[in-house]
């Protein structure tokens, strides 16, 4: 991956200063835009934590890879109980080897972060739900699991919100089936408490209001984005597909002139693209299909208007990284799609094909990016900044307006 890009290297270096300085972090990822940062300490702990076990550049990296190994495990778990014709073993290399999962959340960049919380989100809402509940937690553990991955999200990105109405449907749910009892509001409560314990810090110092500055900023009908809602809805959806192109190069233009300077990424790239493309028109098709349970419908569906309807107020365009934190609903709505290729040996044979194409094309891409964009360009500069406990050898931190001490 991109380790030069200004964005990502901003993200290390918000652990990096922590680490040299030992200052307390007050505030997280910055919001460019609106010249603000995301409240909470959790994103300069989460990378420069595992400095304290392990002082070389790669250690925040396996911080995030075991994150987002463990939440797509938990996923690839729920997922196979549902789609039980499925191998588990296929299912887990699907999931680890999408473009997204793959090239996102292996990578010390904010949104990385979010799929863990969000796989935990995602089973934790399904538990309890009626008709998608199989049986992998107890009420009280799912409710657990709900309010941490909002206490997590909160210092990470500003989609939070958007787990918020799922949250609500949950409850509404728990309370109309009457399995709802005072313990679930107790552990929903605990759960959202142990994330947020590192932003209590800035609460106190800054005020309760802080944390819904960024996300205040950044609200407002947006005329504009009435005119999206089929690149809000693919995009979503491209989630669970091969989506190719947006990971080859960082501008569109350049990435025909890649794929030519590099022929033999070229099978890969057309045959794996054209599927790529096919994938979210199987998983609307799958809406309309009797054979798909209506409760997987309905809740897909819920997912793509909260989403087109969210950017109705916010003042930012329909970026596809500001609802990643979606990404197990999509994962889910792909694999609707996909169901027929599951019926059989010779289908899952080919869909097997398909994961193990992905696999040797992202393999190739890696091995291209190592020597062009990576890390291991200029490692030593990342190690002197870490000997020396000196984040200015690697870079300068942007400086956001920060609210006034109240």
């Known amino acids: 991956m991109n380790f030069w890009k200004d964005d990502e290297r901003q993200i290390y270096l918000l652990g990096l200063e922590w ?55 938990l996923l690839a778990v729920y997922l196979g109980r549902l789609f039980p014709q499925l191998p588990r073993s296929l299912l887990c ?52 699991m709900m309010g941490f991955a909002i206490g997590w999200s909160i210092q990470l ?55 819904f500055a960024p996300m205040l900023a950044n609200s407002g009908i947006n005329d504009a984005n009435a005119r999206e809602p089929l690149t809000i809805v693919a995009r979503l959806l491209s989630f669970g597909a091969y989506e190719l192109p947006r990971f080859l190069t960082e501008r569109s233009q350049d990435r025909w002139p890649f794929l ?41 569906v819920f997912c793509l208007l909260e989403v087109c309807g969210a950017f109705l107020a916010s003042s930012r365009p329909p970026t596809a990284r500001n609802y990643y934190i979606l990404f197990p609903f999509a994962a889910l709505a792909a694999l609707s799609g996909m169901s027929f290729m599951f019926n059989s040996e010779r289908r899952r044979t080919w869909f097997g094909c398909l994961v193990g194409l992905c696999i040797a ?16 360009t200029d490692r030593d500069r990342v190690v002197e900044a870490l000997r020396a406990h000196n984040h200015h050898l690697l870079g300068d931190r942007r400086s956001p307006d920060l609210p006034a001490t109240l």
């Open 260 to 300: 030519l300077a590099h022929p033999y990424l070229l099978p890969f790239f057309l045959v794996l693209g054209a599927v790529g493309v096919v994938q979210p028109l199987l998983a609307l098709w799958s809406l309309a299909k009797k054979t798909t349970p209506v409760s997987i419908r309905i809740l897909i």
């Open 157 to 211: 990105h500003l989609s939070w919100p958007l787990l918020l109405p799922l949250l609500a449907v949950a409850l509404l749910f728990s309370w109309r089936d009457r399995s709802w009892r005072w313990q679930h509001g107790l552990m929903l409560a605990i759960g959202f408490m142990v994330p947020t314990l590192a932003l209590l810090p800035t609460i106190v110092k800054y005020g309760i209001s802080v944390p």
């Open 93 to 144: 290399l699907w999931l680890f080897t999408l473009p997204w999962t793959l090239n996102i959340s292996t990578h010390v960049y904010n949104p990385s972060y979010l799929l863990f919380a969000s796989c935990l989100f995602f089973v934790a809402f399904c538990e309890v739900m009626p008709y998608l509940r199989v049986g992998l937690l107890a009420p009280s553990w799912a409710f657990c």
């Open 361 to 376: 094309y992202q393999g190739l891409l890696a091995l291209i990016h190592l020597q062009q964009y990576s890390l291991y």
């Open 19 to 73: 680490f040299s300085t030992g200052l307390w972090p007050y505030f997280g990822p910055d919001v460019v835009h609106t010249n603000q940062q995301i409240a909470g300490a959790l994103q300069p702990l989460l990378v420069g934590l595992p400095w304290h076990i392990w002082r070389q550049p790669e250690a925040p990296f396996l911080l995030v890879n075991l994150l987002s190994f463990s939440g797509l495990l």
